[in-house]
């Protein structure tokens, strides 16, 4: 497996749970202390400590120090990849159901392909 298959499946472990995905929704709005993303959750700092481990061991966020506070950011970078991931499975199903389409545009009124003129 490569080193891009196994980030991303990191990428989706990180985002798989609901709190993960609602940090890094608040993120998405600009950087944020780590005591302001744990207000709207009724978890311990230390959950919330796990939970940014486990957003920045995916690559999604990072953390620098500014004085005595934690401050997060979002690095858009890896869902980048997983949108990316993403559109080539839409791509996929898209062609599958114009293929689909095409056929039942050939099909009579009785599931029989319909004889050309």
């Known amino acids: 497996m490569s080193s891009a298959a ?3 499946d990191k990428v989706f472990a990180a985002l798989a749970d609901p709190t993960r995905r609602e940090m890094v929704r ?14 709207p959750f009724d978890i311990s700092l230390p959950a919330v400590s ?10 999604l966020v990072t953390q ?6 934690r401050r997060c ?5 890896p869902l980048k990849e997983v949108s990316q991931w993403a559109e080539t499975c839409r791509a996929f ?25």
């Open 26 to 39: 608040m993120l998405s709005h600009g950087p944020t202390i780590v005591s302001d993303l744990a207000k």
């Open 73 to 77: 950011l979002l690095n858009p970078e």
């Open 93 to 117: 199903w898209l062609g599958r159901f114009k293929a689909l389409e095409d056929l039942l545009g050939q099909l009579d009124e009785h599931g029989e392909i319909k004889e050309k003129k």
């Open 50 to 59: 796990r939970h940014l481990r486990i957003l920045q061991d995916s690559g």
């Open 6 to 8: 196994l980030d991303l």
């Open 64 to 69: 620098d120090k500014q004085g005595r506070e």
